[in-house]
C-alpha cells in the first residue's frame, strides 16, 4: 500500500462522528479491497454492523469520492451467521463492480477470525 493511500485512510473521510462512527483503524486498502478494524461502545445490533461495514469501504473509493458523499442504495444476501458478543471486530471489503456512480460491494465482518455477517451491498456517489 502507498505511504499516501496509508496517509489517508487514517482518518476514514466521511461525515460520520461518534457515536455513530464505527471505523476505527485501516489494515490495509487497494482500489479493490480493505481491510478496516471498527469498534463499538456497547455490543453491536444488526444495523450497526451493517453500518460499520459500509463505513469500511470508504477508504477504497477515496479515489472516486473527489469531495461526493456515498449513500448506501441496497443491501442483498446479507447473512447474520453469529451473534455479535464483542465490542471490536474486523471487516474486509471487496468491490465487485463499477457502473459510472454505483459501487456494488461484498463484505466478510469478523471476529476473531470467524465470519459474523456477510452480504452485498450497493453504495452510490452524489
Known amino acids: 500500500m502507498s505511504k499516501k493511500l496509508n496517509e489517508f485512510m487514517e482518518d476514514f473521510p466521511i461525515p460520520h462522528l461518534a457515536p455513530v462512527r464505527f ?13 478496516v478494524e471498527i469498534g463499538f461502545e ?8 451493517i453500518e460499520a461495514a459500509v463505513q469500511s469501504a470508504s477508504g477504497m473509493l477515496n479515489n472516486d469520492i473527489n469531495g461526493r458523499i456515498g449513500f ?9 451467521l453469529k451473534q455479535p458478543t464483542a465490542l471490536a471486530y474486523v471487516v474486509e471489503v471487496t468491490l465487485e463492480s463499477c457502473f459510472g456512480d ?3 460491494l461484498y463484505f466478510n465482518l469478523k471476529q476473531n477470525e470467524e465470519t459474523i455477517l456477510s452480504g452485498s451491498y450497493v453504495v452510490g456517489l452524489q
Not at 455490543?43 to 450497526?48: A, D, E, H, K, N
Not at 448506501?72 to 447474520?80: H, I, P, Q, R
Open 42 to 49: 456497547t455490543l453491536p445490533t444488526f444495523g450497526m454492523l
Open 102 to 104: 454505483i459501487r456494488s
Open 72 to 80: 448506501l442504495v441496497t443491501l442483498k444476501d446479507v447473512k447474520l
Open 23 to 35: 471505523v476505527k483503524k485501516c489494515l490495509h486498502a487497494t482500489a479493490e479491497n480493505a481491510i
